[in-house]
């Protein structure tokens, strides 16, 4: 699929690719520095159990999303898609669409048969997007945090 008469390319992400993930983490409302986003990409690309694919357009990143084989004592094995942004500038375009569909043949390869996301309530624009994917909401629930220390900086849900 051609954007712009440049070809769409969906890949892993390596650690040069920090900078601009930690730009587009401002769009989902998460302010991360490209060294903090240097250090996460270190440790989460280490693991076999994670996948972090980015949407590149030329040369510059347009999208991303985090995907994590996870096993819940409770349900089981299953793949979660942890964070999924697109450029503003890029949206509806099918760039998420394409993003997702890399993760779950991922997932599908790890012999994980389903695939959950959290959404907040209000990013409505992501829930019929979703739902045209083939997702079906299974529950509302209220998402809390506790600061273990005093003073250390930590992401908001």
């Not at 440049?6 to 520095?33: C, H, K, M, W």
């Not at 299953?78 to 997932?107: F, M, N, S, Y």
């Not at 959950?116 to 409505?124: D, F, G, K, P």
Request: glycine share 6%.
């Amino acid at each position: 699929m051609a954007l712009h008469q440049q070809p769409l390319r969906i890949r892993t992400a390596v650690l040069e690719d920090s900078a601009q993930i930690a730009e587009l983490s401002v769009v989902l409302g998460y302010p991360v520095s490209a060294s903090t986003m240097h250090e996460r990409l270190k440790r989460l690309l280490s693991r076999s159990e994670e996948l972090i694919l980015v949407a590149e357009l030329a040369s510059s990143i347009v999208g991303w999303v985090h995907g994590s084989e996870q096993e819940l004592l409770e349900s089981g094995r299953r793949c979660e898609i942890l964070g999924l942004v697109v450029d503003p500038l890029h949206r509806g375009k099918g760039i998420a669409r394409q993003l997702v569909t890399q993760l779950e043949t991922w997932a599908a390869s790890r012999g994980l048969d389903h695939i959950a996301v959290r959404s907040n309530v209000l990013r409505v624009e992501s829930h019929p997007f979703y739902e045209r994917l083939g997702y079906v909401r299974s529950k509302t629930q209220h998402a809390y945090l506790k600061q273990l220390y005093p003073g250390s900086s930590s992401a908001s849900i």
